[in-house]
């Protein structure tokens, strides 16, 4: 059989014996001693149970349950060296030695799930982690504008079908994709293609055309389980020494060019001087929201903290730039067992 006729499947299995050859290399013993230390940053959202109403309302490229979770430190923890992603700079700044391969957990705009149950289970195996806060959300029962959007379309769905030709909704479905409005939610597919179609407009034009739906539809929009975390539940897990706050500015804007110098002063230093004195500790890194961000944010990030992540994907060495760090994400749908744990974190899915 040439190359040319050859089935489908089997390049396929040849695509994934490949992608298992090239995990076994970087966690073989071929890799025990690698030239440079490197960093490994695992970027998590939420951690919701499958059966928990509020991963109704979310992407799937927003979760792991707490099984997989689970599963996913076991195997961190039996591979790499855990540290706080500030720890790891810092002792790269003073040119102390690191470890060949370490592993930063990182979470990004402080969901109440992560201390219901990520917590737990980095208490368990001794894990350090760094939460991303967006410090004007801590404490709300509002959600991000995602998540608003996917209630919005839930209640639209389940109690006002016949208000689907509403004019306020008139945007929406411009940005809908493939969803077609028959008294149903999106899928969750559906979802992700809406989110990002709406993208196109600023954070603030969105979050007001919902406000707009809501007020002109007049639509209950109460939650029954808090989507965000508060003080408190932050004050415990820093307390703890394992748990360490970033910022992710104040209201989860995203800093692109045309944001305002004003807006930038806010966004990144403000967010930093809030959560240090709920806290009470130190906030060492700043995340830029959407990955964006502006040569002006960019230079103020780097007068006010020792590091920043990006969305970029990729592993870090001594050699990364200490304010545009990799990391990879991880989600339920691409890790939810070993080998494609492995894969995912290896760069191969
Ligand atoms: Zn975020």
């Given amino acids: 059989m040439t190359s040319k006729t050859r089935a489908p499947g089997s390049y396929i299995k040849k695509l994934i014996k490949r992608g298992l050859q090239k995990t076994a290399a970087r966690f073989g013993r ?8 490197e960093l490994l940053l695992l970027m998590y959202h939420r ?7 509020r991963s109704q309302l979310e992407e799937p490229g927003m979760m792991v349950t707490p099984e997989t979770f689970h599963m996913h430190m076991t195997l961190v923890k039996s591979m ?9 700079l810092e002792k790269k700044d003073k040119g102390e030695t690191l470890p060949d391969r370490c592993c930063a957990i990182t979470f990004d705009d402080g969901w109440a799930d992560n201390y219901e149950f990520a917590f737990p289970v980095l208490q368990q195996l001794d894990i350090p982690a760094t939460i991303f806060l967006v410090s004007d959300m801590v404490g709300r029962q509002q959600p991000f504008w995602p998540e608003r959007l996917a209630k919005t379309l839930a209640v639209i769905a389940s109690q006002h079908a016949a208000q689907w030709s509403h004019a306020s909704l008139d945007w929406l479905k411009t940005c809908a994709g493939s969803y077609t409005f028959n008294r149903s939610v999106p899928t969750s597919e559906q979802l992700s293609e809406i989110i990002t179609g709406v993208k196109s407009l600023s954070d603030d034009e969105i979050n007001q055309r919902l406000d707009e739906i809501e007020q002109q539809l007049d639509l209950n929009m109460t939650v029954d389980k808090a989507s965000l975390l508060n003080w408190q539940q932050l004050k415990t897990m820093s ?15 995203r800093l692109t060019e045309e944001k305002p110098a004003a807006v930038l002063q806010d966004e990144i230093i403000n967010s930093k001087i ?3 004195n709920k806290t009470g500790a130190a906030v060492k890194t700043f995340c830029f929201p959407n990955g964006d961000y502006s040569d002006a944010a960019l230079s103020l990030v780097k007068q006010h903290y ?4 990006t969305t970029r ?21 691409i890790s939810n067992d070993r080998t494609s744990f492995l894969s995912c974190i290896s760069g191969w899915l």
């Fill in 306 to 309: 020792s590091g920043s992540v």
């Fill in 274 to 276: 809030v959560i240090e």
């Fill in 30 to 37: 071929h890799t025990r001693h690698a030239k440079k230390p």
């Fill in 313 to 333: 994907r990729g592993w870090n060495t001594l050699t990364s730039d200490h304010y545009l760090l990799q990391r990879i994400g991880v989600h339920e749908d």
């Fill in 80 to 88: 790499f060296e855990t540290t706080h992603l500030s720890r790891w």
């Fill in 47 to 53: 951690i919701l149970p499958a059966d928990d109403p």
């Fill in 239 to 253: 307390d703890t020494g394992l748990i360490e706050a970033g910022s992710h500015t104040c209201h989860h804007i």
